[in-house]
């Protein structure tokens, strides 16, 4: 039934690299299907940490002695990376932070005191993560401002005309998921940032499910702000990246006030050190940071469009054989897609609990995740309480998708 599928990696040779896939539950063989919740890490990143903390352990720009000059050549040799990484202009545009979710709170924080005021508007979607709905609530709650929400299909995709409607010369910022977490669906965030630009607004897009998936250029988007997570990427938990406009990131005050992020300090006044330092306040997390080099550095020795390539063929063969079985829903069928399948399984006496699922493709030692996916209004959109997600990155096998398909059936059997 799996035949290896002719595309431009070694899917084998890959997973020797991940430690972890190598290993069993229950005694069972870990088939590791919750990529978009969190990656695994290939060994070249486990091992730079390591050699961090035994050889180069030190704080950044702080010291004048050998140590410290390595890790400060090391950290700013990443903010490079990720530089072309994205393909940012500027190496002063990337900031690092703890994650997406940072990176969203501090635009929310520093753009909104920098530009939104009272009867402004925000515009996101139906399809948002709540780190990308939240923090432009407490803004709105702030500022007297009002968030506005493109819904979206039956079939996952953002309605454009109704996205339309709702800009408007009131419109200060448009926050979009390059890639939902749910659905699977990737937007069209080039045409939503063009629009969006018609009116004066900017544009923050949540990459935190596209970076691992897909080639990013920041500045063929034109994108504004863009935000992702390294965990997701194959890299450290703790460390992400927000990418700003020089332009922008200048008018913006601080988000975090301490050391590092000043220029000098007074009991008077204090004025800010230069991009991206102004928004690095305290000690970074340097293994993070160094992680992500690494990681970074693995995806792009695989490479991204081959990458891209070799999971839009397990996505399809992965909705053929999920759609061989009675019973199946499968929520986000979106054509422009990457590598995210939300489902409703129905046992011959009716719709299973997705956690009923889960705990027994557990006992298999296949691991999906099953609940909202912090999509709460999505859910509700969809009318489900929670869904079963499979998602698949680039070391997973049709063989494991044959796998997951005979566990379902069994789940089937016991609920029938
Ligand atoms: C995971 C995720 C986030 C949050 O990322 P953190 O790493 O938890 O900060 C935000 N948006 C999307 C689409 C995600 O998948």
């Given at each position: 039934?799996?035949?290896?599928?002719?595309?431009?990696?070694?899917?084998?040779?890959?997973?020797?690299?991940?430690?972890?896939?190598?290993?069993?539950?229950?005694?069972?063989?870990?088939?590791?299907?919750?990529?978009?919740?969190?990656?695994?890490?290939?060994?070249?990143?486990?091992?730079?940490?390591?050699?961090?903390?035994?050889?180069?352990?030190?704080?950044?720009?702080?010291?004048?002695?050998?140590?410290?000059q390595q890790v400060t050549l090391a950290v700013e040799s990443v903010r490079r990376k990720v530089q072309k990484f994205i393909n940012a202009a500027?190496?002063?545009?990337?900031?690092?932070?703890?994650?997406?979710?940072?990176?969203?709170?501090?635009?929310?924080?520093?753009?909104?005191?920098?530009?939104?005021?009272?009867?402004?508007?925000?515009?996101?979607?139906?399809?948002?993560?709540?780190?990308?709905?939240?923090?432009?609530?407490?803004?709105?709650?702030?500022?007297?401002?009002?968030?506005?929400?493109?819904?979206?299909?039956?079939?996952?995709?953002?309605?454009?005309?109704?996205?339309?409607?709702?800009l408007s010369g009131r419109t200060k910022l448009v926050a979009?998921?390059?890639?939902?977490?749910?659905?699977?669906?990737?937007?069209?965030?080039?045409?939503?940032?063009r629009r969006a630009h018609d009116y004066g607004a900017v544009v923050l897009v949540d990459g935190a499910?596209?970076?691992?998936?897909?080639?990013?250029?920041?500045?063929?988007?034109?994108?504004?702000?863009?935000?992702?997570?390294?965990?997701?990427?194959?890299?450290p938990t703790g460390i992400g990246v927000l990418y700003g406009k020089a332009r922008l990131l200048e008018a913006m005050p601080p988000y975090h006030g301490g050391g590092a992020m000043i220029d000098s300090v007074t009991f008077e006044k204090t004025t800010y050190n230069v991009l991206p330092f102004k928004f690095e306040?305290?000690?970074?997390?340097?293994?993070?940071?160094?992680?992500?080099?690494?990681?970074?550095?693995?995806?792009?020795?695989v490479g991204l469009d081959a990458i891209s390539e070799y999971e839009h063929d397990l996505l399809c063969y992965a909705t053929d054989a999920l759609q061989s079985l009675d019973g199946m829903r499968i929520i986000g069928t979106a054509p422009e897609k990457a590598s995210v399948i939300s489902f409703m399984l129905a046992g011959s006496s009716g719709e299973i609990h997705p956690h009923d699922v889960g705990t027994i493709l557990d006992n298999e030692g296949i691991a999906i995740r099953t609940g909202h996916h912090c999509t709460q209004p999505l859910m509700r959109r969809?009318?489900?309480?929670?869904?079963?997600?499979?998602?698949?990155?680039?070391y997973n096998t049709r063989e494991e998708i044959d796998m997951l398909v005979r566990a379902l059936r069994k789940v089937q059997t016991l609920f029938s």
């Amino acid at each position: 039934m799996s035949t290896t599928p002719a595309v431009g990696i070694n899917v084998q040779t890959l997973r020797a690299d991940f430690p972890i896939l190598a290993t069993t539950v229950y005694g069972k063989p870990l088939i590791y299907l919750d990529n978009a919740n969190t990656s695994q890490k290939p060994r070249r990143v486990i091992e730079v940490i390591d050699m961090y903390y035994r050889t180069m352990n030190s704080n950044v720009h702080r010291g004048n002695y050998f140590l410290s000059q390595q890790v400060t050549l090391a950290v700013e040799s990443v903010r490079r990376k990720v530089q072309k990484f994205i393909n940012a202009a500027e190496e002063r545009e990337i900031i690092f932070v703890r994650g997406t979710t940072e990176a969203i709170n501090l635009v929310a924080t520093s753009f909104g005191e920098y530009s939104v005021r009272e009867g402004d508007e925000i515009i996101i979607s139906a399809m948002e993560h709540h780190s990308n709905i939240v923090p432009w609530q407490m803004l709105c709650a702030r500022r007297g401002a009002t968030l506005r929400v493109i819904p979206i299909t039956d079939a996952g995709e953002v309605c454009l005309e109704d996205y339309e409607r709702l800009l408007s010369g009131r419109t200060k910022l448009v926050a979009i998921t390059h890639i939902s977490n749910t659905l699977g669906t990737i937007n069209p965030v080039q045409h939503i940032i063009r629009r969006a630009h018609d009116y004066g607004a900017v544009v923050l897009v949540d990459g935190a499910q596209a970076a691992p998936h897909m080639a990013i250029d920041v500045q063929a988007l034109d994108a504004d702000f863009y935000a992702f997570s390294g965990h997701k990427v194959f890299g450290p938990t703790g460390i992400g990246v927000l990418y700003g406009k020089a332009r922008l990131l200048e008018a913006m005050p601080p988000y975090h006030g301490g050391g590092a992020m000043i220029d000098s300090v007074t009991f008077e006044k204090t004025t800010y050190n230069v991009l991206p330092f102004k928004f690095e306040a305290g000690t970074p997390h340097v293994e993070g940071i160094i992680g992500l080099g690494a990681a970074l550095d693995y995806v792009q020795s695989v490479g991204l469009d081959a990458i891209s390539e070799y999971e839009h063929d397990l996505l399809c063969y992965a909705t053929d054989a999920l759609q061989s079985l009675d019973g199946m829903r499968i929520i986000g069928t979106a054509p422009e897609k990457a590598s995210v399948i939300s489902f409703m399984l129905a046992g011959s006496s009716g719709e299973i609990h997705p956690h009923d699922v889960g705990t027994i493709l557990d006992n298999e030692g296949i691991a999906i995740r099953t609940g909202h996916h912090c999509t709460q209004p999505l859910m509700r959109r969809f009318g489900v309480p929670a869904t079963c997600r499979v998602s698949l990155a680039m070391y997973n096998t049709r063989e494991e998708i044959d796998m997951l398909v005979r566990a379902l059936r069994k789940v089937q059997t016991l609920f029938s």
